[in-house]
Each structure stands twice: as structure tokens, then as C-alpha cells.
């Protein structure tokens, strides 16, 4: 079954906690995002990674962190210093980020709740 | 800065009616438009649209862009209550997705 996952469904942050998004893909895509999603405002982009051991920022990375130590995997940390970080949050991936045809396949999302 | 505007924000229709949603962008070096419908959870796939004056057609959906206009439309017809959702529409400019806000549609019975 191929396909984008993630975990956890939902996720409770105390304060000052750092916590950690998994997403997962089995799509063989190169590049692979982060995005933030809040009432009324659409799809943000937090991070984004066209290949394995690089990534960019994106529009709101304050007070995330990312890894891509892997072609599958593109965990994000919602580390202390953001200070709002309660919304619903999408992992994305694409066959080639570089490319103009490009879609982008979401996973199911997490939403973060803070305590 | 790269801008994705969506109208209305909402919308609240009759199953049966048709609807028509609409997307403007202001985006550097434009390379295609998508639209999404977004139902609990992951953003589905519906269109993506390169070229201006040719629709994309999918049942009872379809969609067209126009590049002068820097806009596009998607058309749902014979509304059901399975279409009830945010459709969400998106511009590749030159590295990156912008969304724009999406639009609420609510299909009562």
C-alpha cells in the first residue's frame, strides 16, 4: 500500500516541551514538506526538503526543526520557542520538488493541542 | 510576495444546485494551478491546470484557468452532500506551493 503517513493523530505539547511529528513515505518522491494549517488561513509552509540531507526554510519556520537523514522520512520538531503552536499539521511529498508538473500528496495530518 | 486569494469563503448551498469557486493569484514565474478538496483530513488531489482556456473535466467537476485574467474557476454541477468540504487552490511559482485560504462548501440535503 503506498502512501503518506503520519503520527501521531493527535499530539498534547506541555509548555516548554519540544515535541516530534513522524511522516513517512513510501512513494519513492524526492522532496517532501511541512505545512501548518489554522482556521481561515489556508496551507503555510513550514520547511520543505528536495532531497536527502538538505532542507529550506519555508514561510513560518520559527520555532521548528527538521531532519531528512532519509529518503522516506521527514520528521518535525515543534520545538519551545514556538509559542502558538496549536493547529492541524500536513506532510506533503512530491516526485520531484524542482519540477513544474509536480503534485503534492498529503498525509492525514497530526493536530497539536497544547496543555 | 506570492498571493493566492479564494471567493467566497464560505458557501452554503442545495444538493442539486451548481457552484462555482473562484481562485486569483498574483505569483512569480507561474507554472501551474491545482485544486484540492479537503474532506476530516488529507488534502485530495482534483486538478492541476497549466495552460489558460483549456478545461479539466472529472465527472461532475471541472475547472479552468485563465492566465490573463491571472484566475480560475471550478465548477461542481448537481451538487451532492458528499461534495460538502474546503476546496483549497494552489500556484506553483518559482520553488514553492502558495495556498490560498480555501473555501468552505456546505451541500444541504
Known amino acids: 500500500d503506498g502512501g503518506i503517513t503520519q503520527s501521531p493523530k493527535y499530539l498534547f505539547r506541555k509548555e516548554g516541551q519540544n515535541v516530534t511529528l513522524s511522516c513517512e513515505q513510501n512513494?519513492?518522491?524526492?522532496?517532501m514538506y511541512w505545512y501548518r494549517q489554522d482556521p481561515g488561513q489556508g496551507l503555510r509552509l513550514i520547511y520543505y526538503?528536495?532531497?536527502?540531507?538538505?532542507?529550506q526554510k519555508g514561510d513560518i519556520a520559527e520555532g521548528y526543526s527538521v531532519s531528512r537523514e532519509k529518503k522516506e522520512s521527514f520528521p518535525l520538531t515543534v520545538t519551545s520557542a514556538q509559542k502558538n503552536p496549536t493547529a492541524f499539521y500536513l506532510c506533503a511529498s512530491s516526485i520531484d520538488g524542482g519540477s513544474w508538473k509536480e503534485t503534492q500528496y498529503f498525509g492525514p495530518g497530526t493536530r497539536l493541542l497544547v496543555l | 510576495e506570492d498571493k493566492v486569494v479564494q471567493s467566497p469563503l464560505s458557501l452554503v448551498v442545495h444538493e442539486g444546485d451548481t457552484v462555482t469557486l473562484n481562485c486569483s493569484y498574483e505569483v512569480t514565474n507561474f507554472r501551474s494551478l491545482l485544486w484540492y478538496k479537503q474532506e476530516k483530513k488529507a488534502p485530495t488531489f482534483l486538478f492541476m491546470l497549466t495552460s489558460s482556456g483549456i478545461e479539466k473535466k472529472s465527472g461532475r467537476l471541472s475547472s479552468i484557468l485563465d492566465k490573463k485574467e491571472l484566475s480560475s474557476i471550478l465548477n461542481i454541477t448537481a451538487t451532492q452532500t458528499g461534495d460538502s468540504a474546503i476546496y483549497l487552490c494552489?500556484?506553483?511559482?518559482?520553488?514553492?506551493?502558495?495556498f490560498g485560504q480555501g473555501t468552505r462548501l456546505t451541500i444541504n440535503p
Open positions: 494552489a500556484v506553483k511559482g518559482a520553488q514553492k506551493l502558495v
Open positions: 512513494l519513492n518522491h524526492d522532496a
Open positions: 526538503s528536495q532531497i536527502v540531507n538538505d532542507f
